[in-house]
Protein backbone atom coordinates (compact mmCIF):
# COMPACT_ATOMS: atom_id res chain seq x y z
CA UNK A 1 0.00 0.00 0.00
CA UNK A 2 1.60 3.28 -1.12
CA UNK A 3 1.49 5.92 1.65
CA UNK A 4 2.84 9.07 2.34
CA UNK A 5 3.15 10.74 5.72
CA UNK A 6 4.06 14.33 5.70
CA UNK A 7 5.02 15.87 9.15
CA UNK A 8 6.76 19.48 10.73
CA UNK A 9 3.46 22.15 9.85
CA UNK A 10 2.89 24.07 12.44
CA UNK A 11 2.29 27.91 13.17
CA UNK A 12 4.98 29.98 11.98
CA UNK A 13 5.12 34.05 12.06
CA UNK A 14 5.79 35.97 8.70
CA UNK A 15 9.44 36.03 7.78
CA UNK A 16 9.84 32.70 9.52
CA UNK A 17 10.98 29.03 8.55
CA UNK A 18 9.89 25.58 8.45
CA UNK A 19 11.25 22.13 7.57
CA UNK A 20 8.45 19.82 6.18
CA UNK A 21 9.24 16.19 5.75
CA UNK A 22 7.72 12.99 4.39
CA UNK A 23 8.18 9.55 5.14
CA UNK A 24 7.21 7.61 1.80
CA UNK A 25 6.53 3.54 1.52
CA UNK A 26 4.73 0.81 -0.14
CA UNK A 27 6.70 1.66 -3.12
CA UNK A 28 10.31 1.60 -4.26
CA UNK A 29 10.88 5.24 -3.37
CA UNK A 30 14.52 5.63 -5.49
CA UNK A 31 13.00 4.63 -8.57
CA UNK A 32 10.28 7.59 -8.79
CA UNK A 33 9.38 11.38 -9.17
CA UNK A 34 8.43 12.68 -5.67
CA UNK A 35 6.98 16.54 -4.92
CA UNK A 36 5.29 18.58 -3.05
CA UNK A 37 1.57 19.75 -2.92
CA UNK A 38 -0.08 22.31 -1.35
CA UNK A 39 -3.79 23.04 -0.70
CA UNK A 40 -4.73 26.40 0.27
CA UNK A 41 -8.34 27.45 1.84
CA UNK A 42 -10.83 28.00 -0.88
CA UNK A 43 -7.94 27.13 -3.52
CA UNK A 44 -6.89 24.57 -5.68
CA UNK A 45 -4.58 21.86 -4.77
CA UNK A 46 -1.33 22.89 -6.64
CA UNK A 47 2.17 21.39 -6.99
CA UNK A 48 4.85 23.14 -5.06
CA UNK A 49 8.08 21.12 -6.34
CA UNK A 50 9.14 18.04 -7.89
CA UNK A 51 12.40 15.91 -7.53
CA UNK A 52 13.48 13.34 -9.84
CA UNK A 53 15.41 9.78 -8.65
CA UNK A 54 18.73 11.45 -9.34
CA UNK A 55 17.98 14.96 -7.62
CA UNK A 56 16.43 17.14 -10.65
CA UNK A 57 14.34 19.63 -9.59
CA UNK A 58 11.03 21.25 -11.10
CA UNK A 59 9.35 24.64 -9.42
CA UNK A 60 5.93 24.94 -9.68
CA UNK A 61 6.23 28.77 -9.64
CA UNK A 62 4.86 30.77 -6.95
CA UNK A 63 7.30 29.36 -4.12
CA UNK A 64 10.62 29.24 -6.36
CA UNK A 65 13.57 31.45 -4.88
CA UNK A 66 12.12 30.40 -0.60
CA UNK A 67 12.18 26.69 -0.70
CA UNK A 68 14.46 23.96 -0.94
CA UNK A 69 13.14 20.38 -1.74
CA UNK A 70 15.91 17.51 -1.11
CA UNK A 71 15.30 13.68 -0.73
CA UNK A 72 17.17 10.56 1.13
CA UNK A 73 16.50 7.80 -1.00
CA UNK A 74 17.83 5.67 1.62
CA UNK A 75 15.44 6.44 4.14
CA UNK A 76 12.72 7.16 1.91
CA UNK A 77 12.51 10.57 2.97
CA UNK A 78 11.28 13.30 1.44
CA UNK A 79 11.86 17.18 2.86
CA UNK A 80 10.91 20.34 2.13
CA UNK A 81 12.74 23.66 3.28
CA UNK A 82 10.86 27.32 3.08
CA UNK A 83 11.95 30.00 3.95
CA UNK A 84 11.09 33.15 4.48
CA UNK A 85 7.27 31.98 5.01
CA UNK A 86 4.53 34.73 3.76
CA UNK A 87 1.09 34.36 5.33
CA UNK A 88 -0.12 33.37 1.39
CA UNK A 89 1.90 30.19 2.27
CA UNK A 90 -0.92 29.21 4.75
CA UNK A 91 -2.37 26.03 3.26
CA UNK A 92 -2.27 21.85 3.83
CA UNK A 93 0.89 20.55 2.66
CA UNK A 94 0.80 17.25 0.64
CA UNK A 95 3.75 14.64 -0.17
CA UNK A 96 3.00 12.20 -3.36
CA UNK A 97 4.42 10.55 -6.18
CA UNK A 98 2.97 12.21 -9.47
CA UNK A 99 2.95 9.06 -11.16
CA UNK A 100 1.54 6.76 -8.58
CA UNK A 101 -2.01 6.17 -8.14
CA UNK A 102 -3.28 6.36 -4.34
CA UNK A 103 -5.05 8.58 -1.64
CA UNK A 104 -3.44 12.26 -1.18
CA UNK A 105 -3.50 11.70 2.77
CA UNK A 106 -4.03 13.86 5.47
CA UNK A 107 -1.44 16.31 4.72
CA UNK A 108 0.40 18.71 7.37
CA UNK A 109 -0.83 21.97 8.31
CA UNK A 110 1.09 25.25 7.74
CA UNK A 111 -0.40 28.61 9.11
CA UNK A 112 1.57 31.48 8.74
CA UNK A 113 0.09 34.48 10.71
CA UNK A 114 1.31 36.97 13.37
Known amino acids: QVQFVPSGGGLVQPGGSLRLSCVAS????????VGWYRQAPGKEREYVAL???????TYGGSMKGRITISRDNAKNMLYLEINPLEPEDTAVYYC????????WGQGTQVTVSS
Open 26 to 33: GFIFSKYI
Open 96 to 103: KAPNIGGA
Open 51 to 57: ISPSGGI
